[in-house]
């Protein structure tokens, strides 16, 4: 599979990639394995791909795994790929969106935890993300291609610009590791920027301790919806947990964190020790 087999497809079926879905498929085979040669991957695997397209990484995958089921949401790629993989029989497709896919039966119908692998699209890059932590005791591994911008934002450190709340929701629950950059010349049609791969292999339970992970995410997230000023300030706002100012002074005094640093500049061991102190507050809601 190269770009004018994928070329050749398309115009015999009369399909046209829609750029809005996400629909930029990798078409430099160098690149595919490449990849290949990262993924933790061998002959026991179940993998699901999500959005397998025209297959490019599908017939490989099947290659060094002991199965792949491939999501495909789109009818057109659908009904093209179940064709090209008809003979593989240890490729399944199933045509619907990987959002509401039930991942627990497709594990249990397999066996084991599954290896999760897709070329995502940006739009819907945060809820895979979601919808697989959620589903994380069934799964090993999520690794993805996904916006090289994207990316940077979900490997960040502590203290980095681009560090946020989908940074330390995904790092509570996964070791996250940046791979390589891939061109958007490798895709077809191409796309406006760069991509990365990046993988999340998945945590037994979570290397950070905190006592209410919900009240944790709560904080975070509102402090970093004003990222720019001192986290005080978006946490004291609009009696945020039934506290004001003052009380969150406390907040910040029993955890032993700075209330005039930014959001970005607390680690996740940070944010459990004002969630655990925010707990142990009376509140008024």
Known sequence: MDISRIKELCKARGFRPDKRLGQ??????????????V?????????????????????????????????????????????????????????????????????ESSGGKLFL?????????????????????????????IQEEVAARLCAPPGSRTYGALSCFAGYHADIKRFFK?????????????????????????????????LMFDIIRQSFSQRRKKILNPLSSRNFLGMGREEWKDVFFSAGVDPCSRAEDLSLEDYAGLSDAAGERPRSV
């Not at 430099?28 to 040669?37: A, L, P, Y």
């Open 24 to 37: 930029n498929f990798l078409v430099d085979n160098n690149v595919r394995e490449k990849i290949i040669s």
């Open 117 to 145: 692998y897709g070329n995502i699209p940006y739009n819907i890059t945060a809820p895979i993300i979601e919808k697989a932590i959620r589903s994380k005791e069934v799964i090993s591994h999520l690794y993805m291609v």
């Open 39 to 107: 993924l933790p991957v061998d002959s026991g695997t179940v993998i699901l791909e999500i959005g397998p397209g025209l297959g490019m990484m599908t017939g490989r995958l099947a290659d060094i795994g002991k199965q792949v089921f491939a999501v495909e949401k789109d009818t057109d790629l659908f009904l093209t790929a179940r064709e090209m993989f008809a003979e593989k029989k240890n490729v399944k497709l199933l045509g619907e969106d990987i959002l509401k896919t039930d991942i627990g039966a497709i594990a």
């Open 182 to 214: 891939i061109s958007k010349n490798c895709f077809f049609p191409r796309p406006r920027v760069d991509s990365c791969l990046v993988g999340l292999s998945f945590y037994d339970a979570p290397e950070v301790k905190v006592k209410d992970e919900k």
